[in-house]
């Protein structure tokens, strides 16, 4: 029986590229798709796919924070990034949301296959040139020896929260986007400020582009 796969992309002929690959074998079935990360999460708690592949620059919610929130509800589910950008900040990013593969988008048919197959089976899978960067990256010790992260302290929600504010969005387009309370939101925020050490949006957005934390969208910081 064929895994039944999510595909998310915010490109109809990069989805029906896809899913013609896709389906030229007998392991993977498209059942369902979505444009943007908000519609990819709701598909996903109704559904309950066995495999997502999710690209990681989408409108509104990208395909970290909706991998992130996918996961919270579909913890059974698979995902993989797709992506265009081969730099560590975004393939980290990708790995903490728990995605299971990271996967370029000029890799080959084959190598998308084997990725798929790869995490469809409970495994992990990088691309080539990703796990050279890291690889050198952990060579020079990057990985290792930094000074301490400023995030450390933040719960994963509340990074989730950080990294769309960072990304210009206001409380009430947050609240939305996770379906929280307005003023959740904004207590979130006044969390994250003291955890951090900073007192306004401003300095939240500085943190999280010094983190690497974003920038998969144009920022535009607005304050509420």
Not at 86 to 99: C, P
Not at 118 to 124: D, L, P, R
């Amino acid at each position: 029986m064929p895994y039944r796969v999510l595909l998310v992309d915010d490109h109809r002929i990069m989805r029906d590229g896809i899913k013609t690959i896709l389906e030229r074998s007998n392991d993977f079935q498209v059942m369902w798709e979505a444009e943007n990360g908000a519609d990819a999460v709701q598909i996903a708690k109704r559904n309950q796919p066995d495999l997502v592949l999710m690209d990681i620059g989408l409108p509104g919610m990208n395909g970290i924070d909706a991998t992130t929130e996918l996961l919270r509800h579909c913890p059974a589910t698979r995902v993989a990034i797709l992506s265009m950008y081969d730099d560590e900040n975004s393939v980290l990013a990708a790995i903490r949301s728990g995605a299971r593969a990271f996967i370029l988008k000029k890799a080959s048919s084959a190598d998308l296959m084997d990725a798929l197959r790869a995490v469809a089976k409970g495994g992990s899978y990088l691309s080539s040139q990703v796990s050279d960067h890291l690889l050198a990256r952990i060579q020079r010790g990057d990985l290792e020896h930094r000074s301490r992260d400023p995030l450390e302290g933040l719960t994963q929600r509340e990074v989730q929260v950080l990294r769309l504010v960072a990304e210009g969005k206001t409380s009430k387009e947050i609240a939305q986007l996770l379906d929280l309370g307005l003023q959740t939101v904004r207590s979130y925020r006044k969390t994250m400020m003291k955890k951090i050490g900073v007192t306004n949006v401003a300095g939240l957005t500085q943190v999280a582009l010094a983190a690497g934390l974003t920038g998969w969208n144009r920022l535009e910081i607005r304050p509420d």
